[in-house]
């Protein structure tokens, strides 16, 4: 018998209902239950936000709350020590179990992997709004992609992702230093976009090149001119990388570390990695060059 929790999104579970609320329940839904007690301060913050992660989570979890005070054999049964004490039950058996208030991300993380079939969240919903974004940066459509990363930053203004990919578009779009620079400073330091960023800052320096130089198109008929003009090919991989054109940047600096390792100081070895960095090692255009580079160099 499947049990459905009563409004407004749980079940009080004491020893008379115990047996069929957790145990049997457990074999139709994942059953989470809560020991708390009414003088338990971090109960108090735990408990509402536990109430409307779990409804969020949909029909596939429910929601046990077990009192210690009234129920103190059940504590002992689940080796409850301190308070809020959560214990999540599959199938009759304990499959997790974690203790004290934890922020609101992290318990619906928590509980999310229990519930495959959950619908998605405010966070995966914005995460799918960042990589649409992104893909259509990939592919070009500027204006989409802007619009898609202003609505999630109105959904998270301090959504690491969302702010990146708006520095990245505003590089393409020769946006003024100081506005690409703003969007970077806005990153957590020590986070993966953090990272990412700092590359993203070398990019200005990529642009400041190609713009000295008189352009990508100088850029290429000097090249054209001179097939071993190593720093025609280097400002030819400015450029692109400037443009957005990953492949041709890589392609450019890495025939130039292939014959010539000391080039300016390494700085195509140092370009090739702040691109690795902002793409991250999964992106096509950077392949195997992490691989190549290492070879080539070590």
Not at 41 to 57: D, H, R, S
Not at 174 to 195: C, F, K, P, T
Not at 235 to 254: H, I, S
Not at 288 to 296: E, G, H, I, Q, V
């Amino acid at each position: 018998m499947e049990i459905t929790p009563p409004s407004p999104s749980y079940i009080d579970v004491d020893s008379t209902n115990f047996e069929q609320v957790v145990v049997q329940g457990s074999k139709e839904h994942i059953v989470v239950v809560d020991f708390w007690a009414e003088w338990c301060g971090p109960c108090k913050t735990l408990g509402p936000m536990l109430e409307e992660v779990v409804a969020a989570l949909g029909p596939g979890i429910v929601l046990a709350k077990v009192d210690v005070d009234a129920n103190q054999e059940l504590a002992q049964a689940f080796r409850v020590q301190s308070i809020p004490a959560i214990k999540v039950v599959k199938d009759g058996q304990l499959i997790d179990e974690f203790t004290g208030a934890v922020p609101r991300e992290q318990l619906e993380q928590r509980l999310r992997q229990h519930v495959p079939d959950a619908p998605p969240g405010a966070t995966e919903e914005l995460a799918d709004l960042v990589d649409a974004a992104r893909v259509q940066l990939e592919l070009g459509d500027i204006v989409s992609a802007e619009r898609l990363f202003e609505e999630a930053l109105r959904e998270d203004a301090d959504n690491g992702a969302a702010i990146l990919g708006l520095a990245r578009l505003r590089l393409m779009e020769n946006a003024d230093e100081a506005v690409v620079r703003e969007l970077v400073g806005r990153l957590e330091e020590g986070s993966g976009e953090w990272e990412q960023g700092q590359a993203l800052l070398t990019h200005l320096e990529f642009r400041g090149h190609c713009a000295a130089a008189g352009g990508a198109q100088a850029c290429a008929t000097r090249l054209q001119s001179d097939p071993d003009d190593s720093e025609a090919r280097y400002l030819v991989g400015c450029c692109a990388a400037v443009a957005g054109d990953y492949e041709t940047a890589l392609r450019m600096w890495f025939a130039i570390v292939e014959a010539d390792r000391n080039f300016r100081d390494g700085a195509a070895k140092d370009a090739m990695v702040s691109v690795f960095h902002l793409l991250g090692r999964q992106h096509p255009a950077v392949d195997d060059y992490p691989k190549r580079l290492y070879r080539t160099l070590y």
